[in-house]
């Protein structure tokens, strides 16, 4: 599998599957910051990366640069779980200056993904409809697409005839 970076549009984690959180700082002043960030994995989640559920991190930025940190974890179960907003902190002065806008608050982890993923090759080919399956063929180049996730459509003959069409235009 290819490693994907994508924002997470829709509240649904699925149970099992790594997630990876990035938390970018930027320095905009002229000079040196030394910042703490705080931030935590979803409870209810079991750490990948840090192997700890908080974690308080101080961090130097060069003026006018950009600091990425990264978490990862998985849910072990279904269910919904709180998950707080990183925090920045001035620690020389007690004072919070920044604090993360997250998507939400609660995440919300199923058994199996409802929504279809249009960004992922894999979740379109296995759960799009056919006409949703054949535009993002369209919009790629066939080449670069793993043609095993298609392979469970192929005994629908209907579809096999749209498919070897769509192909035969490229």
């Known amino acids: 599998g290819k490693k994907v970076e994508r924002f997470m549009e829709t509240n649904e984690f699925v149970a099992g599957v790594s997630y990876t959180c990035m938390i970018v700082i930027?320095?905009?002043?002229?000079?040196?910051?030394v910042v703490e960030a705080m931030y935590q994995i979803p409870r209810g989640s079991y750490p990948l990366s840090n192997l700890k559920s908080l974690v308080n991190e101080v961090k130097t930025i060069d003026a006018f640069s950009t600091c990425t940190l990264s978490y990862s974890f998985y849910f072990p179960k279904v269910g919904d779980f709180e998950h707080l907003p990183a925090h920045i902190i001035d620690s020389t002065k007690?004072?919070?200056?920044?604090?993360?806008?997250?998507?939400?608050?609660?995440?919300?982890?199923?058994?199996?993904?409802?929504?279809?993923?249009?960004?992922?090759?894999?979740?379109?080919?296995l759960n799009a409809s056919e006409d949703v399956l054949l535009d993002s063929i369209r919009s790629h180049d066939a080449q670069e697409l793993e043609w095993k996730y298609v392979l469970g459509r192929l005994s629908n003959a209907s579809f096999f005839t749209k498919l070897v069409a769509e192909l035969s235009r490229i």
């Open 26 to 33: 930027t320095n905009v002043a002229p000079i040196q910051q």
């Open 94 to 125: 007690a004072t919070i200056l920044a604090v993360a806008s997250p998507s939400f608050t609660t995440l919300h982890c199923v058994k199996e993904a409802k929504t279809l993923d249009v960004t992922s090759w894999k979740d379109v080919a």
